[in-house]
């Protein structure tokens, strides 16, 4: 099977991993893989690094003119972000080739349902991460099947860890952390409070905030010197070989507003740190049956009271570190999602054999 991977994002977050981790399951597997990704972006150089053969036009147009040029050597295009989806449904009648589209976000579709339902008919086969991705599609009247994300464990860079342990003065702390670009949906500000309100239940941590910059730096920023938290509460910014980090943390904690998945959460089951979360979206789905402490989006105070039951309590962590766990290796393997993919992609090719 020939398989083109489209997304073409500039930075590196859940979705442009999901991308390349696909691509290399999908290569293990015997089909031959190639990437449609923007000019100079992280999942290029990533891609480009791991040997895959990657076309990396510098604009839209640049991007359509490929696909007019070459978009009939490949039995699968495969957009893995809404503006490539976009792309697609336009050029679909000349392009003549199967489309799948995997929907990774939650949000609720308030504006251009005609236009997005349009857009979203055209995929041949429309896949969402979570139930909480589908709901959206389903709602006006599309089926979407779903195929959760996937993780995959990385060998452990002990020099990396001793190195950002000093760097940011870990050594005898608790670290609790999170995973978030400082954007409005991830709701830091959130968070910062309620890293406040633990403050005055213990002082023995320190949280670390991982992750890119966004619309809400300016005023996560400030709400931390505001409150006085600047000597606990760290931003460190984004960060390579984050998987590593999780080493080092005794709580992993997520604040979102919307959330189609949290693959950050699953990273955190495992590497066998408890979580506290919200319930946005896929996260009720992932946290349920005892893998985590749920909160209501928004409730700092619950967050707050999260966190300290999770570091008090080693009953409680040991609990949720083990139901975690298995539920991780159950299902979210990364041979299993791409098991369930090409199944999708197969089933689609002899319906139209």
Not at 26 to 34: K, M, Q
Not at 103 to 122: C, D, G, I, M
Not at 225 to 231: K, N, Q, V, Y
Request: proline share 2%; aromatic share 8%; with cysteine.
């Amino acid at each position: 099977m020939r398989i083109l991977q489209m997304n073409f994002e500039r930075g590196w977050r859940g979705g442009e991993r999901q991308t390349l981790l696909s691509m290399q399951q999908f290569r293990d597997a015997g089909h031959d893989v190639a990437l449609l990704a923007r000019r100079g972006g992280a999942l290029t150089r990533r891609a480009s690094a791991e040997g895959f053969a990657v076309h990396e036009p510098a604009n839209v147009a640049g991007l359509c003119g490929f696909l007019l040029r070459h978009g009939r050597r490949y039995d699968i295009l495969h957009a893995q972000t809404a503006n490539m989806m976009t792309w697609l449904a336009l050029l679909k009648p000349l392009l003549g080739r199967r489309i799948v589209f995997t929907r990774r976000t939650a949000f609720p579709v308030k504006r251009r349902e005609r236009q997005t339902a349009w857009k979203w008919r055209s995929a041949d086969v429309l896949v969402a991460i979570s139930q909480a991705a589908a709901s959206e599609p389903r709602r006006l009247g599309l089926e979407a099947s779903v195929i959760p994300s996937a993780i995959q464990a990385r060998p452990l860079d002990q020099e990396h860890i001793t190195a950002f342990t000093r760097q940011f003065d870990l050594a005898g702390k608790r670290v609790l952390a999170t995973a978030a670009a400082l954007t409005a949906e991830k709701d830091p500000c959130t968070l910062i409070r309620a890293v406040h309100r633990l403050r005055q239940l213990r002082s023995d941590f320190v949280f670390l905030h991982l992750g890119a910059g966004g619309g809400t730096e300016t005023e996560a920023r400030e709400l931390v010197r505001e409150l006085g938290l600047g000597d606990i509460y760290v931003f460190a910014g984004f960060q390579s070989g984050i998987d590593d980090l999780y080493r080092l943390m005794d709580v992993f904690v997520l604040s979102s507003r919307d959330e189609a998945l949290g693959t950050s959460v699953l990273d955190a089951f495992l590497y066998s740190v408890p979580v506290v979360a919200t319930n946005a979206g896929g996260l009720a789905e992932i946290l349920a049956d005892g893998r985590g402490v749920m909160c209501a989006v928004g409730d700092d105070e619950a967050l707050a009271s999260g966190m300290d039951r999770v570091l008090n309590d080693r009953g409680l962590r040991a609990s949720i570190v083990e139901n975690a766990r298995d539920y991780v290796l159950r299902e979210h393997d990364a041979s299993v999602m791409a098991g369930r993919y090409l199944a999708e992609y197969q089933r689609l090719l002899d319906r139209n054999s």
